[in-house]
């Protein structure tokens, strides 16, 4: 009995898990560091958890320093994971996106990355 | 110095949300009709258990203001001294899932303790009162599951439903040591245990023994969901964590396994050995001492990134020690 519990637990912790229990970046559009020949119309962030709206955010940034998004984000309905914002049209350049959000269980993360646009 | 107060708030939150969960499991399971039936001892041990009750709620109270504020802070981006002075308390308190679970267990507590002083005030309501309390405990128990990491796992409702009975069986057993310790300080006055309290303690064994099972079931799932591997646990402050909670935890099996064999073979109804009786009295307490390290260990791990998190990310910071 104690050997086939030892067994179980070493399957469970050897076993994989798909989870994450703070909302970390799991896919970009645009993709970090991507090259675009055109101006995006929105920038979306999956994350790895869903997140919370009162207090996650997105900002864009061009080389200057000035905030080029239009600073309207906001959940996707459909994907709690998924926070998007709406750009304008851009000039060629490098951005750079910040991001900041809560998981649900009140963690904190955040992280940027940059892409140009030809 | 923000998470130094938060693993407190944690724990302390957690330890007296056990405790309640404890006191009225052991009243309404262990203890049935043994404490009504024994007159004026009786009634004494239920005062002292709604005494028990009532500080433990005070102790939930006061951990949840300081784990809210702590929050607020953390979400805000603000100062401790900032933080419930604008408008981001009401925004965690009504816009965020932290929030809701937070208004339904200030809610809880508020109507628990109304209940609670009433049964203090008035003996003959205890025992109504008794199963309406154990039935808030439970919700309260139960509800901490919804701001773990558990729930932000995206493998629902196995993520929640393992961590509520996490919660639920640490509640029967560990939160059920220190009205155990209470009932065996009333019987310990003699030698001779008598039947109804032997009946007690073999009851309260039993149920521990379930809790035991739905812990190791339980903790397993737990483990997978926010572990992942064995690498991790050697790798990772969340893993090294666990381990120590493991290993406090198989320390914790020893000392009830032992009271196990006492309560079921050594103790007699009439000619208990009065070494045997003080030997159980101080694994009591030796249990509790090493659940409270426990608790201690599980509001540490609450505020740190699960060994699996985060993985994914190219370009990210965690901002634990900022926030919680």
């Known amino acids: ?118 | 110095m923000s998470d130094a107060l938060l693993i407190i708030a944690r724990s302390v939150q957690i330890a007296a949300s056990l405790l309640f969960a404890g006191v009225f499991t052991f009243e309404v399971v262990a203890l049935g009709r043994v404490g009504q039936s024994a007159g004026d001892a009786g009634h004494e041990l239920d005062r002292q258990f709604f005494c028990l009750a009532l500080w433990s709620l005070v102790a939930a109270l006061f951990s949840a203001l300081l784990w809210f504020w702590l929050v607020v802070a953390s979400m805000s981006g603000s100062s401790l001294g900032d933080a419930l002075s604008g408008n981001a308390w009401r925004m965690v308190l009504l816009q965020t899932e932290f929030g809701r679970v937070w208004q339904l267990r200030l809610g809880v507590i508020g109507l628990a303790l109304a209940l609670v002083a009433v049964g203090l005030l008035r003996k003959k309501s205890r025992h109504a009162l008794t199963l309406v309390l154990w039935l808030l405990a439970l919700v309260l128990l139960v509800s901490l599951a919804w701001i773990s990491h558990a729930a932000a796992v995206r493998s629902q409702p196995l993520g929640l439903l393992g961590d509520a009975l996490h919660l639920c069986a640490a509640g029967g057993w560990i939160g059920g040591l220190l009205p155990l310790a209470i009932f065996l300080a009333h019987t310990g006055v003699s030698v001779s245990l008598g039947e109804p309290a032997l009946h007690v303690l073999r009851r309260f064994s039993a149920l521990s023994f379930c809790c035991v099972g739905v812990l190791v079931v339980s903790g397993l799932s737990n483990s997978w969901l926010l572990v992942g591997s064995v690498a991790a646990l050697f790798t990772t402050r969340y893993g090294a964590l666990l381990l120590c909670k493991l290993t406090l935890f198989a320390v914790l099996l020893g000392f009830g396994a032992r009271n196990r064999g006492i309560i079921r073979t050594g103790l007699n109804p009439t000619a208990t050995s009065p070494d045997l009786l003080a030997q159980l009295r101080r694994d009591v307490f030796y249990e509790a001492c090493l659940g409270l390290a426990v608790v201690a260990i599980v509001g540490w791990l609450g505020t740190t990134p699960p060994a699996r998190s985060g993985t994914s990310s190219e370009n990210r910071t965690l901002t634990i020690p900022s926030s919680v």
């Open chain 1, 1 to 118: 009995m104690r050997r086939s519990l030892a067994f179980l637990f070493f399957l469970v912790l050897a076993g994989a898990a798909r989870l994450e229990a703070h909302a970390f970046l799991q896919q970009a559009e645009p993709g970090v560091g991507s090259t675009l020949q055109a101006s995006p119309n929105e920038i979306k962030i999956w994350f790895t958890e869903k997140v919370e709206p009162a207090f996650s955010k997105i900002q864009v940034f061009a080389a200057s320093g000035q905030e080029v998004d239009k600073r309207d984000v906001h959940v996707d309905r459909a994907d709690p994971a998924l926070l998007q914002v709406s750009l304008p049209q851009l000039a060629a350049g490098t951005y750079k996106v910040v991001w900041r959000v809560v998981s649900v269980d009140t963690h904190v993360t955040e992280g940027s990355f940059s892409f140009h646009v030809r």
